[in-house]
């Protein structure tokens, strides 16, 4: 089937696009305010875009709190969403008045980062202490506002559990990150298979991955 974009059908009861864009990382957000207020979310719209140096990228429907406190302080930690704290995940997602700690509703504890102020989740499998570098409210191809806010961060410091880590390498399938897909849906990355690309091949910019 085709459809154009801007008139879905009525066949179509939910926008295809997040089951499409799969899977999608989860990165779970840790604002402090200048407050001092704690703010913790999932964002799905997540990912590493750029190396050397790292940084990551995350976008908000609607200029909330974590995009809010970030602007504020110029720092974030982006925790790595696993398996065994999925439930929990989930119900950061909760849309609490400001001021209101979602790690004491989902029951999580803070753990101190060493480089930035916001917290990260105390055991959690891996988190990326980053910087601010811009906020954008992104626009549509006639130039209006979507509502939508991408923040962009560079990562300055990074947290990796002593439990995943054999030979000098991550294993991913061991920490069991979980993914968004759509609807309802999510994954879980417990297994991994491996390909040996083209020399000169993929896309990490001028210094390729090791």
Same mark, same amino acid.
């Given at each position: 089937?085709?459809?154009?974009?801007?008139?879905?059908?009525?066949?179509?009861?939910?926008?295809?696009?997040?089951?499409?864009?799969?899977?999608?990382?989860?990165?779970?957000?840790?604002?402090?305010?200048?407050?001092?207020?704690?703010?913790?979310?999932?964002?799905?719209?997540?990912?590493?875009?750029?190396?050397?140096?790292?940084?990551?990228?995350?976008?908000?429907?609607?200029?909330?709190?974590?995009?809010?406190?970030?602007?504020?302080?110029?720092?974030?930690?982006?925790?790595?969403?696993?398996?065994?704290?999925?439930?929990?995940?989930?119900?950061?997602?909760?849309?609490?008045?400001?001021?209101?700690?979602?790690?004491?509703?989902?029951?999580?504890?803070?753990?101190?980062?060493?480089?930035?102020?916001?917290?990260?989740?105390?055991?959690?499998?891996?988190?990326?202490?980053?910087?601010?570098?811009?906020? $954008?409210?992104?626009?549509?191809?006639?130039?209006?506002? $979507?509502?939508?806010?991408?923040?962009?961060?560079?990562?300055?410091?990074?947290?990796?559990?002593?439990?995943?880590?054999?030979?000098?390498?991550?294993?991913?399938?061991?920490?069991?990150?979980?993914?968004?897909?759509?609807?309802?849906?999510?994954?879980?990355?417990?297994?991994?298979?491996?390909?040996?690309?083209?020399?000169?091949?993929?896309?990490?910019?001028?210094?390729?991955?090791?």
């Amino acid at each position: 089937m085709f459809y154009d974009a801007a008139a879905r059908p009525s066949s179509i009861r939910h926008d295809p696009l997040k089951a499409l864009v799969v899977p999608r990382p989860i990165g779970w957000i840790s604002a402090v305010s200048a407050k001092g207020e704690v703010n913790l979310a999932p964002y799905s719209f997540f990912n590493a875009v750029a190396t050397s140096p790292g940084i990551v990228a995350f976008s908000s429907g609607g200029y909330k709190d974590s995009v809010a406190f970030i602007d504020e302080t110029r720092e974030f930690v982006c925790n790595i969403a696993t398996f065994d704290l999925r439930h929990a995940m989930s119900e950061t997602s909760a849309p609490l008045p400001r001021g209101e700690s979602e790690f004491d509703v989902a029951g999580l504890e803070m753990e101190p980062s060493a480089l930035v102020a916001p917290p990260r989740v105390k055991g959690i499998a891996a988190a990326l202490e980053c910087r601010w570098l811009s906020t $954008t409210e992104l626009a549509d191809i006639g130039g209006q506002p $979507t509502g939508w806010w991408l923040v962009l961060g560079q990562v300055v410091g990074v947290y990796i559990d002593d439990r995943f880590v054999t030979d000098g390498i991550v294993d991913t399938a061991a920490m069991r990150p979980i993914a968004r897909l759509g609807y309802r849906d999510y994954a879980v990355v417990d297994e991994v298979f491996s390909i040996t690309r083209p020399p000169g091949g993929g896309d990490s910019g001028p210094q390729q991955e090791q």
